[in-house]
T-cell receptor, first 110, second 114 residues
Framework: SQQGEEDPQALSIQEGENATMNCSYK?????LQWYRQNSGRGLVHLIL?????REKHSGRLRVTLDTSKKSSSLLITASRAADTASYFC??????????FGAGTRLTVKP | DSGVTQTPKHLITATGQRVTLRCSPR?????VYWYQQSLDQGLQFLIQ???????AKGNILERFSAQQFPDLHSELNLSSLELGDSALYFC?????????????FGPGTRLTVL
């Protein structure tokens, strides 16, 4: 069963714009990770944020975590056509299980 | 290229049959994870092996089993296949047992059950 819920389900933007995706979850977590998946291919790890962190950056990616609201957001700045993919959040509850959300399908138009 | 290999890429079989999916982790990685991705269930963690031992279990059906061999490659066995088992099966590897370590995913095996 899934733990995280991404929002929106699909997002279409122009190259150069910023893309924001949100993830909400239900239970306490140890950490939250974001992954990217190009169509039909394996997932690529993007960034991990621990429960005691509020914000993390990696290149054009910015992730925030609000444990009081049980939510996280992924911001991709200055998007490129190559960013077109599905993005998933995954939560680690510390019970040796990892739960993925349903994903946000991002389309970046050139 | 993540360094994780999976074979076969595609598998088409009939209901009631049994198949074996194979995964070779990145060199040096001791953990192997198996995931199922389907349209109705999304991405689900199935099972993790670490250095030959089962480490964690997720939503794995009793008809499914896995093992990790001394050379650290892993196999996922799916038996008494049903139509609903049609999905992409991914394996991933990481350097040790903790879930918070970065996992490197293979390209997946697409299973079609007819």
């Amino acid at each position: 069963s899934q733990q995280g819920e991404e929002d929106p389900q699909a997002l279409s933007i122009q190259e150069g714009e910023n893309a924001t995706m949100n993830c909400s979850y239900k239970t306490s977590i140890n950490n939250l990770q974001w992954y990217r998946q190009n169509s039909g291919r394996g997932l690529v790890h993007l960034i991990l944020i621990r429960s005691n962190e509020r914000e993390k950056h990696s290149g054009r990616l910015r992730v925030t975590l609000d444990t009081s609201k049980k939510s996280s957001s992924l911001l991709i700045t200055a998007s490129r056509a190559a960013d077109t993919a599905s993005y998933f959040c995954a939560t680690d509850e510390g019970n040796n299980d990892m739960r993925f959300g349903a994903g946000t399908r991002l389309t970046v138009k050139p | 290229d993540s360094g994780v290999t999976q074979t076969p890429k595609h598998l088409i079989t009939a209901t009631g049959q049994r198949v074996t999916l194979r995964c070779s982790p990145r060199s040096g990685d001791l953990s192997v994870y198996w995931y199922q991705q389907s349209l109705d269930q999304g991405l689900q963690f199935l099972i993790q092996y670490y250095n030959g031992e089962e480490r964690a279990k997720g939503n794995i059906l009793e008809r499914f089993s896995a093992q990790q061999f001394p050379d650290l490659h892993s196999e996922l066995n799916l038996s008494s296949l049903e139509l609903g088992d049609s999905a992409l099966y991914f394996c991933a590897s990481s350097v040790d047992a903790a879930f918070y370590n970065e996992q490197f995913f293979g390209p997946g095996t697409r299973l079609t059950v007819l």
